[in-house]
């Protein structure tokens, strides 16, 4: 459990940063800081803050015009994007994995206490 809450606590100080950047009209630091936050969180598992972050970030990064040279951010919050749709299935098919091997073992020791 503690090797989770490093990439989580992280994730919350990058996320951070990024607003702090974002105050300052630094809006390419803001967006690199929201792009490692997210990383952290999906290090960490925690689908719903990268979700919620990646969410937040695309809807900010509408309404901001790039320089040239910052064309790359948007092709990398793209990416993560599909980086956390694949972790979702990921996540989704090791669930529908478990869940007959927890029926199995209940009914195992159900038949074991019969005995």
């Known amino acids: ?3 989770s809450l490093r990439p989580v606590e ?3 100080l990058r996320r951070r ?3 702090l950047c974002a105050d300052e009209g630094n809006f390419a630091g803001a967006a690199e800081a929201w792009l490692s936050s997210t990383a952290c969180f999906q290090r960490a598992a925690d689908l719903e803050q990268a979700r919620s972050l990646s969410a937040s ?4 990064s509408a309404t901001v015009k790039y320089r040239p040279s910052e064309a790359d951010l948007h092709a990398a919050m793209q990416e993560r994007e ?7 299935r990921e996540v989704a098919n090791f ?3 478990c869940i007959p091997l927890q029926l199995s073992c ?3 020791k159900e038949g074991l206490n019969g005995l």
């Open 82 to 88: 599909s980086e956390l749709d694949e972790l979702e």
């Open 106 to 108: 209940a009914a195992s």
């Open 95 to 97: 669930a529908m994995r």
């Open 10 to 12: 992280a994730g919350r």
């Open 1 to 3: 459990m503690k090797g």
């Open 57 to 60: 970030s695309k809807d900010w």
């Open 17 to 19: 940063m990024g607003e």
